[in-house]
């Protein structure tokens, strides 16, 4: 899913990253129509699950904006404002 990366929460159990969903933008039935309010998804990855962390570090060295970070969480954190297209599995579902 392309999205752009509005906002980082890195917590102690997950890392959440608020995004605008792009691509909901981009295929919509008529794209001269007015955007009211921006599809909005949570990306949610969970700090205990190793196969999460090796995700989002991929992101992370994939994106130029990353590379001046020197920590994981430095790196984690410069992700806000890029555009960059993550799984929608990670996506939150509404409860």
């Known amino acids: 899913m392309l999205v752009e990366i509005q906002?980082?929460?890195?917590?102690?159990?997950?890392?959440?990253?608020s995004c605008i969903a792009l691509e909901?933008?981009?295929?919509a039935e008529d794209l001269y129509?007015?955007?009211?309010?921006e599809p909005i998804v949570n990306m949610v990855f969970n700090r205990k699950d190793e196969g999460h962390m090796k995700y989002?570090?991929?992101v992370c060295t994939s994106n130029r904006a990353c590379k001046a970070g020197k920590s994981f969480g430095e790196?984690?954190?410069?992700?806000?404002?890029s555009i960059t297209n993550l799984s929608a599995a990670f996506e939150q579902k509404a409860a």
């Open 24 to 27: 909901k933008i981009m295929m």
């Open 7 to 17: 906002s980082v929460s890195v917590e102690k159990e997950q890392v959440v990253l």
């Open 33 to 37: 129509k007015d955007i009211a309010e």
């Open 75 to 81: 790196k984690i954190e410069k992700l806000a404002g």
């Open 56 to 58: 989002l570090m991929r």
